[in-house]
Nanobody, 126 residues
């Protein structure tokens, strides 16, 4: 059974930092491209950041470039998202997502991901 379990969300003030983690089990983690996807009520899910199997390639949506850093530890089957300089607009539910991929590949559309976590709420206040 595939499980993706996010943690690290919470309530922070604008300008502060958070680190999200996603523990993955039930699949060969190193064979999967991964992503952090966020959703705001009333809007579609948006891939915030993605990473290839070996972490050689990463993607960031323009809004988070320079503020967020995605990483993975294939030995620990864990995905991370370091979020800095948080803005009010970063408030959302953040999901961890996985999809099988060849190395050197990531996906920028949420529909391309097969497995999903339950999400973790990030709330940024002024």
């Amino acid at each position: 059974q595939v499980q993706l379990v996010e943690s690290g969300g919470g309530l922070v003030q604008a300008g502060e930092s958070l680190r999200l983690s996603c523990a993955v089990s039930g699949l060969t983690f190193s064979h999967y491209a991964m992503a952090w996807v966020r959703q705001v009520p009333g809007k579609e899910r948006e891939v915030v950041s993605a990473i290839s199997r070996s972490a050689g390639l990463t993607y960031y949506t323009d809004f988070v470039k320079g503020r967020f850093t995605i990483s993975r530890d294939n030995a620990k089957n864990t995905l991370y998202l370091q979020m800095s300089s948080l803005k009010l607009e970063d408030t959302a539910i953040y999901y961890c997502a996985a999809t099988g991929a060849s190395d050197g590949t990531y996906y920028r559309l949420s529909r391309d991901y097969k497995y999903w976590g339950q999400g973790t709420q990030v709330t940024v206040s002024s």
